[in-house]
């Protein structure tokens, strides 16, 4: 095995009793690399990513982190690693500052180290004036970026990240961007699992897209949105069986909604002003594909949970 | 034993954060033991001791208040390490998510429930050397033999810690343990021998007194006081340390099963 593998999957496979939660995957990440993991409520990211942080003991298969094998050296690779879990799990009983310090104990990171760390931590993540306040007198946003300082406190080799953003208002998720991108600059890899494509595309260099338990695709952004999509997406919002039968004579990709149709294509100038002027004026547009695109696709548009 | 071989030094980290908090508020902490002993004396001292004076216990008349110290400080060395381990654990793990948290570290499961077991542990050597020395305020206890009660004070401990962790290794709400309490604590207060001797009660109830661990620690405290020692303070002492090793790999084990699917 190459060991620039800080990850390495190999059928690894997660039962709940019967439930298969996580259904024989393969993946691995590189040494410094961004991995993110997309999927639906319910797809089994946060089991993948609790595996890898040695929280559940895999049914079946190979994983190892760091070259080590979850079985055996939990305590080792936990060390390592920075874990932000999906629930916020502060400690109430304690303030800002000592949240840090008391967990910067668990790894044995002796005081004035700590001391010094947890300051620049505080600052780094935007809480310095916040170091004596309570876990619930601070803000969701606050408290998330806290649970980022927290699992940086041991100066891990690689980060697992659990839906960071997930609930937080747009100021408060471009802050939690700029310190993860800072932390890819210094050569901090991570595990990233997200419902937020834009999150994906700006954090992550490769991207794996889960459901039902299974990868279903992996690979770059672009790789995915030129593999399933295209360049283009014409939109039109005032459907008829005409435009319909117009497009399916074109021979293009195309998907239809409640009240929209997508079309999918490469080809965009000319073949969106033919749409436009024959069928629908202001009411169809063109734009680029997205990775949103991609991911409806792939995993279907009706709700889960 | 695996449960055995994976608990650390580390389990000290999860003790400290207990302590950390603690601390926090130590003026409460630190007061309240002292209250609670002084109540029972005072209640005890003032009201039952006028109309009970003198109880016979192992071929020694013992004066009320004296009879009954070395059972209130074991009720007291219960309470405090049960509902530490109970309530108090149970709140850490599944209300606020302190066992997740620490999980996120080099800790397994056998550290963290090692050191919640230690800290209910610590809660009733406090509690314990508190009444200790409210007890001596009265001149109840007589040195240096009953410096013995410090170290039995942390084998109670050990051995309720370890009964609480059970209950809250498979207890769904935290309203649940109303049923251990009512059930099992509040019977084993009234009948381990604390208030009466236990050979007065007729012969099944004797028998019933027998499955409570308090009516064998109350037995070694008791024998302690009066510093009087015969073989049941022998047998007490060996069941109860039995008792703790069972118990304390059976609710490590109980707990990680909990926790980890
Ligand atoms: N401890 C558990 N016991 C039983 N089922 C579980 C447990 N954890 C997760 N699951 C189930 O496994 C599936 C995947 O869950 P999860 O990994 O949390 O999904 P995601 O993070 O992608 O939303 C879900 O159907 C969930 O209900
Ligand atoms: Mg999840």
């Known amino acids: 095995m190459d060991n620039n593998f800080v990850i390495y999957a190999e059928n690894l496979t997660k039962k709940f009793n019967d439930f298969v939660a996580v259904d024989s995957i393969n993946f691995f990440v590189k040494k410094g690399e961004s991995l993110g993991i997309l999927g639906p409520n319910g797809a089994g990211k946060t089991t993948t990513v609790r595996m890898i942080s040695c929280f559940l003991p ?7 982190v760091f070259d080590l094998s979850v079985y055996r050296f939990p305590r080792q690779i936990k060390s390592r690693l920075g874990i932000c879990q999906q629930e ?7 303030n800002v500052y000592q949240n840090l310090f008391v967990y910067s104990r668990y790894f044995d990171i002796k005081r004035s180290v700590a001391e010094k760390r947890i300051d620049y931590l505080l600052k780094f993540v935007g809480l310095s004036n916040k170091k004596t306040s309570y876990i619930r007198e601070i803000s969701g946003g606050m408290k998330r970026r806290l649970m980022i300082a927290r ?5 891990p080799d690689f980060l697992i990240l659990d839906e960071p953003t997930t609930g937080l208002d747009p100021q408060a998720r471009n802050q939690v961007w700029d310190s993860l991108i800072e932390l890819k600059k210094k050569g901090t890899g991570f595990v990233l699992t997200t419902h937020y494509m834009d999150e994906a595309e700006k954090l992550c260099e490769r ?5 039902q338990a299974k990868i279903i695709v992996e690979g770059t952004p672009d790789y995915l949105i030129n593999k399933y999509i295209g360049k283009y997406v014409i939109e039109i919002s005032n459907i008829s069986s005409e435009i319909e039968n117009f497009i399916k004579s074109k021979n293009v990709n195309f998907e239809k909604t409640s009240s929209r149709m997508l079309i999918f294509t490469d080809k965009s100038e000319s073949f969106f002003s033919e749409i436009k002027e024959k069928f629908c004026g202001s009411l169809c547009s063109l734009r680029l594909a997205t990775l949103e695109d991609v991911f409806l696709k792939l995993t279907g548009r009706e709700l889960r949970d | 034993m695996e449960i055995i071989k994976n608990i650390s030094w580390r389990s000290i980290k999860v003790w400290q954060r207990n302590w950390s908090v603690y601390i926090e508020t130590w003026l409460v902490n630190f007061v309240m033991p002292f209250f609670e002993p002084l109540l029972y004396l005072l209640a005890f ?7 009970v004076k003198e109880v016979p216990y192992n071929g020694v008349l013992m004066p009320y208040l004296s009879f009954i110290t070395p059972g209130l400080i074991g009720t007291i060395v ?6 530490e381990t109970t309530y108090a654990s149970f709140v850490r793990m599944y209300h606020q998510k302190t066992f997740d948290a620490i999980l996120s570290t080099p800790l397994l499961i056998e550290d963290i429930i090692t050191g919640e077991l230690l800290w209910g542990t610590t809660k009733s050597i406090i509690a314990g050397t508190s009444m200790m020395i409210v007890a001596s305020f009265f ?3 007589v040195y240096p033999i009953a410096l013995w009660l410090i170290p039995l004070s942390a084998l109670g401990g050990m051995v309720f810690s370890t009964i609480g962790m059970l209950f809250t290794s498979f207890i769904k709400t935290i309203e649940q343990f109303n049923f251990p309490v009512f059930l099992f604590m509040t019977p084993m207060f009234l009948f381990s021998g604390v208030f009466f001797p236990i050979s007065v009660l007729p012969f099944w109830a004797q028998k019933i007194a027998y499955i409570f661990p308090l009516t064998y620690l109350v037995i070694i405290m008791r024998d302690i006081q009066i510093n009087k020692f015969n073989l049941a303070f022998l047998y007490s002492l060996i069941i109860l340390i039995i008792l703790t090793i069972i118990l304390f790999i059976l609710s490590i084990g109980l707990m990680k099963k909990r926790l980890i699917k």
């Open chain 1, 58 to 64: 895999p049914t079946a298969g190979i994983l190892k």
């Open chain 1, 88 to 94: 916020d799990n502060l400690d109430p009983d304690l």
């Open chain 1, 151 to 155: 699992s940086l406190v041991n100066e």
């Open chain 1, 207 to 211: 991207l794996i897209i889960m459901d």
């Open chain 2, 45 to 51: 001292g003032l009201g039952l001791g006028k109309l």
């Open chain 2, 78 to 83: 219960m309470n405090y390490s049960f509902y």
């Open chain 2, 139 to 141: 001149h109840l206890l």
